[in-house]
T-cell receptor
Framework: GAGVSQSPRYKVAKRGQDVALRCDPISGHVSLFWYQQALGQGPEFLTYFQNEAQLDKSGLPSDRFFAERPEGSVSTLKIQRTQQEDSAVYLC??????????????FGSGTQLSVL | GENVEQHPSTLSVQEGDSAVIKCTYSDSASNYFPWYKQELGKGPQLIIDIRSNVGEKKDQRIAVTLNKTAKHFSLHITETQPEDSAVYFCAAREAAGNKLTFGGGTRVLVKP
């Protein structure tokens, strides 16, 4: 596709429910990142994939958060037993080169998660 | 890890005036500094970036300057227009890593 696509656009979950957020990166992009953006703040790093390998998951806030990219293209961010503090916009980004080193990062429009 | 501070948090300018946003970073090893514009309901969009071997870069009405010694970089928007109204984020990438660390954002309002 022309850009990074994320779905759903909005997700409302009851506290304790599991959610799955999908990201379709730009075709051919090797690097994929997930960021969390709280209201009124800058994006914060969650995790990074190079193809199907998850090379950095240092930003995942708890073991309730899990991300995968099994075939090196589409990625899913899963949050188990959602809590109110998980409410945020979840942004996916991709870049062309391995490691994204000095390479431009393209963001999707995000999934806005609201946990009630 | 890297820490990026951004100022001001809000900026109101008259159409046609200039806007300046400043950021500081903590890790002297960081070598890539992009700026993103985020409009309501959309993801951040890259508007300009600068690498650590360059002191200044310009693209039409937008320019970025980098002072490696002082560990700060700035975004300059000249001849502002109403469509420049948005939230702007600076970011820095560590040389040894892959992730971007973002500043807290600046909400820019251009008044017609």
């Amino acid at each position: 596709g022309a850009g990074v696509s994320q779905s759903p656009r909005y997700k409302v979950a009851k506290r304790g429910q599991d959610v799955a957020l999908r990201c379709d990166p730009i075709s051919g992009h090797v690097s994929l990142f997930w960021y969390q953006q709280a209201l009124g703040q800058g994006p914060e790093f969650l995790t990074y994939f190079q193809n199907e390998a998850q090379l950095d998951k240092s930003g995942l806030p708890s073991d309730r958060f899990f991300a995968e990219r099994p075939e090196g293209s589409v990625s899913t961010l899963k949050i188990q037993r959602t809590q109110q503090e998980d409410s945020a916009v979840y942004l996916c980004a991709s870049s062309l080169t391995p490691g994204g080193f000095n390479e431009k990062l393209f963001f999707g429009s995000g999934t806005q998660l609201s946990v009630l | 890890g890297e820490n990026v501070e951004q100022h001001p948090s809000t900026l109101s300018v008259q159409e046609g005036d200039s806007a300046v946003i400043k950021c500081t970073y903590s890790d002297s090893a960081s070598n890539y500094f992009p700026w993103y514009k985020q409009e309501l309901g959309k993801g951040p969009q890259l508007i300009i970036d600068i690498r650590s071997n360059v002191g200044e870069k310009k693209d039409q009405r937008i320019a970025v300057t980098l002072n490696k010694t002082a560990k700060h970089f700035s975004l300059h928007i000249t001849e502002t227009q109403p469509e420049d109204s948005a939230v702007y984020f600076c970011a820095a990438r560590e040389a040894a890593g892959n992730k971007l660390t973002f500043g807290g954002g600046t909400r820019v309002l251009v008044k017609p």
